[in-house]
């Protein structure tokens, strides 16, 4: 099978659209359909059909993307496998992180990508759902994500993932609040609390969600935002109490807002690198999931 026909399957199934798949490979769009007509002729079996103005896979099709991965992620191997003739790792790795994850992980991890002269990476903050992580995959060769470690992990033979740290979650309080004196606090003791959440279908949600059905109580949440340092703002300033990783809020030493474990339960989200499989084997990829893991073990607190 030719292997520039399967990386136009692979870009199709990840992107959804031939015009999308197109734009990826610098072709257009009539060029991918025929690439895919030319396999699907190779090949003797139907691996797209039509689906309103568009089309789709058939269970053939994606078969085929799955085999399609080997075959790419042996060539990307045959070509490390040149690079491993040089002393350094060498070129650019392009990372997709959430952003209280980069404010975690970005300063220290960027310092020791200098240290490698020859080594560059491109970094973007997106705020993402678990679930657009796999297509993102399409545009990036690692993407560091969330998720409630409740959460059913990554289970894809498309996929690698591997763990950087476990991160759990707290109450902030506003100084000042009538629990301030308590060393960890019972989530049945905020049930009448404004509650300042994420989006629906945002790791941290997926956590406040899981409480509730562990503990029956049904917080009220009166605002949705996804910028931390935003939600920080307003519990400082008395407008609710919110769930926010340990690692990264700012309290100030108390003296901005307080921090306070949830007694009796474990709330926490797991930060993961995900990547293709077969991507490690490029020396500059392999390189800079070390230099993430050295990171997160430098920022998790023994």
Same mark, same amino acid.
């Given at each position: 099978? $030719?292997?520039?026909?399967?990386? *136009?399957?692979?870009?199709?199934? %990840?992107? &959804?659209?031939?015009?999308?798949?197109?734009? *990826?490979?610098?072709?257009?769009?009539?060029?991918?359909?025929?690439?895919?007509?030319?396999?699907?002729? +190779?090949?003797?079996?139907?691996?797209t059909?039509?689906?309103?103005?568009?089309?789709? @896979?058939? $269970?053939?099709?994606?078969?085929?993307?799955?085999?399609?991965?080997?075959?790419?992620?042996?060539? +990307?191997?045959?070509?490390?496998?040149?690079?491993?003739y040089?002393?350094?790792?060498?070129?650019?790795?392009?990372?997709?992180?959430?952003?209280?994850?980069?404010?975690?992980?970005?300063? &220290?991890?960027?310092?020791?990508?200098?240290?490698?002269?020859?080594?560059?990476? +491109? =970094?973007?903050?997106? $705020?993402?759902?678990?679930?657009?992580?796999?297509?993102?995959?399409?545009?990036?060769?690692?993407?560091?994500?969330?998720? %409630?470690?409740?959460?059913?992990? #990554?289970?894809? !033979?498309?996929?690698?993932?591997?763990?950087?740290?476990?991160?759990?979650?707290? =109450?902030?309080?506003?100084?000042?609040?009538?629990l301030?004196?308590?060393?960890? =606090?019972?989530?049945?003791?905020?049930?009448?609390?404004?509650?300042? &959440?994420?989006?629906?279908?945002?790791?941290?949600? %997926?956590?406040?969600?899981?409480?509730?059905?562990?503990?029956?109580?049904?917080? $009220?949440?009166?605002?949705?935002?996804? %910028?931390?340092g935003?939600?920080?703002?307003?519990?400082?300033?008395?407008?609710?109490?919110?769930?926010?990783?340990? #690692?990264?809020?700012?309290t100030?030493?108390?003296?901005?807002? @307080?921090?306070?474990?949830?007694a009796?339960?474990?709330?926490?989200?797991?930060?993961?690198?995900?990547?293709?499989?077969?991507?490690?084997?490029?020396?500059?990829?392999?390189?800079?999931? !070390?230099?993430?893991?050295? +990171?997160?073990?430098? =920022?998790?607190?023994?």
């Open positions: 099978m $030719d292997v520039v026909r399967l990386r *136009a399957l692979r870009e199709f199934a %990840d992107r &959804g659209s031939l015009t999308a798949a197109a734009a *990826a490979l610098h072709c257009t769009p009539s060029a991918v359909s025929q690439q895919l007509k030319a396999l699907q002729a +190779e090949v003797g079996v139907v691996l059909e039509p689906a309103g103005r568009g089309l789709r @896979l058939t $269970d053939a099709g994606r078969a085929l993307v799955v085999r399609a991965d080997e075959v790419l992620a042996a060539v +990307e191997r045959a070509q490390s496998e040149l690079d491993t040089r002393s350094v790792p060498r070129g650019t790795v392009r990372i997709a992180i959430f952003p209280s994850g980069g404010q975690l992980l970005l300063p &220290g991890f960027l310092h020791r990508v200098a240290e490698h002269s020859e080594l560059g990476v +491109e =970094v973007r903050d997106i $705020d993402m759902m678990p679930a657009e992580v796999p297509a993102m995959l399409a545009d990036f060769d690692i993407v560091v994500t969330h998720r %409630d470690e409740r959460a059913e992990p #990554y289970e894809s !033979d498309r996929l690698t993932v591997a763990h950087l740290l476990r991160e759990p979650l707290d =109450v902030a309080l506003p100084v000042g609040h009538r301030a004196h308590r060393r960890k =606090v019972e989530l049945a003791e905020l049930a009448t609390e404004r509650w300042l &959440g994420v989006e629906v279908g945002f790791p941290v949600d %997926d956590v406040l969600r899981s409480l509730v059905v562990r503990t029956g109580v049904r917080p $009220d949440v009166v605002q949705r935002i996804n %910028d931390f935003v939600t920080e703002e307003l519990v400082a300033a008395g407008h609710g109490v919110a769930l926010l990783p340990r #690692y990264t809020i700012d100030r030493r108390g003296k901005r807002l @307080l921090r306070k474990p949830i009796g339960i474990r709330a926490a989200r797991h930060v993961e690198a995900v990547l293709r499989p077969g991507a490690a084997a490029r020396p500059a990829v392999a390189t800079v999931l !070390d230099l993430l893991r050295a +990171e997160a073990r430098a =920022v998790t607190p023994r």
